[in-house]
C-alpha cells in the first residue's frame, strides 16, 4: 500500500517564477492538505481539498493556489516566487472529516534563488 | 482559533533513560491531539492521538501521551529512550469543528548512547 507520495523531491526556481507541486493521497484518502514547513520552524496550514474543492485556507497569500483530481490526487501552485517562499512542503492526506490522523508525504524541497 | 506550544526547543537523555517532551495547546472547542516525528530531510510520521476517552494513549515504537484537560497539556513519553528516537517531534493540535492542523515548532531529541 503506497502511502502518500510527492513530487518531485527537490526543485529550483528563480525569483518571479511559477512552481507546481504534485501530490498522490494515501489509497482510501479523499481529503488532501498542503503544509509549508521553514527551516527551524512547524508546518503551516496552506489549505485543504476535499471532493476537487478547496475547503479551508490558512493565512497564505493568493499566489499559492491548489487544485484537486476527481482520483484524489492534488497540486500546489505559487506564482510570482519570492525568496521566502523557500521551505518544505509537505502534502497530508486523510479521509474525510472523521478523527483519523493524516499522513504526511516525504516533502518537497522548494528552493528559490 | 487554536496554538501549540512546546517549551524545550531541545531534550537530550541518555540511552535507557525516561524521555518525556512537553505540549501545551490551546483551541477554543474539544480537542484532537497528535504527536509526529520528523527525521532529517523526510516528512512527518505518525506516532499517536488523543480523540476522546482514556487519557493515556499508547503509540507506536513504545511511545504513549497523557491528556490532562485541566492543564491543557499532551506530553509525549517513553519509559526507556533509544539512540534511534533522536529526532525531531511535533505536537499538533485541531479543533473537532476545524479542518487544519496546528504544529508546535517542534522539539530535537537527541540520545546519547
Known amino acids: 500500500d503506497a502511502g502518500v507520495t510527492q513530487s518531485p523531491t527537490h526543485l529550483i526556481k528563480t525569483r518571479g517564477q511559477q512552481v507546481t507541486l504534485r501530490c498522490s493521497p494515501k489509497?482510501?484518502?479523499?481529503?488532501v492538505s498542503w503544509y509549508q514547513q521553514a527551516l527551524g520552524q512547524g508546518p503551516q496550514f496552506i489549505f485543504q481539498?476535499?471532493?476537487?474543492?478547496?475547503?479551508q485556507r490558512g493565512n497564505f497569500p493568493d499566489r499559492f493556489s491548489g487544485h484537486q483530481f476527481p482520483n484524489y490526487s492534488s497540486e500546489l501552485n505559487v506564482n510570482a516566487l519570492l525568496l521566502g517562499d523557500s521551505a518544505l512542503y509537505l502534502c497530508?492526506?486523510?479521509?474525510?472529516?472523521?478523527?483519523?490522523?493524516?499522513?504526511f508525504g516525504q516533502g518537497t524541497r522548494l528552493t528559490v534563488v | 482559533a487554536q496554538s501549540v506550544a512546546q517549551p524545550e526547543d531541545q531534550v537530550n537523555v541518555a540511552e535507557g533513560n525516561p524521555l518525556t517532551v512537553k505540549c501545551t495547546y490551546s483551541?477554543?472547542?474539544?480537542?484532537?491531539l497528535f504527536w509526529y516525528v520528523q527525521y532529517p530531510n523526510r516528512g512527518l510520521q505518525f506516532l499517536l492521538k488523543?480523540?476522546?476517552?482514556?487519557?493515556l494513549v499508547k503509540g507506536s515504537y513504545g511511545f504513549e501521551a497523557e491528556f490532562n484537560k485541566s492543564q491543557t497539556s499532551f506530553h509525549l513519553k517513553k519509559p526507556s529512550a533509544l539512540v534511534s528516537d533522536s529526532a525531531l517531534y511535533f505536537c499538533?493540535?485541531?479543533?473537532?469543528?476545524?479542518?487544519?492542523?496546528?504544529f508546535g515548532a517542534g522539539t530535537t531529541v537527541t540520545v546519547r548512547a
Open positions: 497530508a492526506s486523510s479521509f474525510r472529516d472523521t478523527n483519523t490522523e493524516a499522513f
Open positions: 489509497s482510501g484518502h479523499d481529503t
Open positions: 481539498y476535499y471532493e476537487e474543492e478547496e475547503r
Open positions: 483551541v477554543s472547542g474539544n480537542p484532537y
Open positions: 488523543y480523540i476522546t476517552g482514556d487519557n
Open positions: 499538533a493540535v485541531r479543533d473537532i469543528w476545524d479542518y487544519k492542523l496546528s
